[in-house]
Nanobody, 118 residues
Framework: QVQLVESGGGLVQAGGSLRLSCVASRSIYAMGWYRQAPGKRRELVAAITRGGSTNYADSVKGRFTISRDNAKNTVYLQMNSLKPEDTAVYYC???????????????WGQGTQVTVSS
């Protein structure tokens, strides 16, 4: 089992920045972030492998950056130029093989709210 603990959500004005963090209880190959807005499906935001390969949703490319510190089993999501449409609950996820668009990861965090006001 892997426990994931997220932090860093909150309320920010449009154009602002937030950084999310997620600490895993042990090392795992793939980690990433999903988000789910009210009435919408959970969607992949960004993913990263232990080796540093990354994948981003088109809607966040150029604004969000995912990174990880393998020594601390921690993944980060730096979110810049935030827009109201980024408002959602953001979930950290981890998987032994792939964090991808199907959102069928082995492990999930509890979620953290990100609200962007216009």
């Amino acid at each position: 089992q892997v426990q994931l603990v997220e932090s860093g959500g909150g309320l920010v004005q449009a154009g602002g920045s937030l950084r999310l963090s997620c600490v895993a209880s042990r090392s795992i190959y793939a980690m990433g972030w999903y988000r789910q807005a009210p009435g919408k499906r959970r969607e992949l935001v960004a993913a990263i492998t232990r080796g540093g390969s990354t994948n981003y949703a088109d809607s966040v490319k150029g604004r969000f950056t995912i990174s990880r510190d393998n020594a601390k089993n921690t993944v980060y999501l730096q979110m810049n130029s935030l827009k109201p449409e980024d408002t959602a609950v953001y979930y950290c996820a981890a998987d032994r093989q792939l964090v991808g668009v199907r959102a069928n990861c082995d492990y999930w965090g509890q979620g953290t709210q990100v609200t962007v006001s216009s």
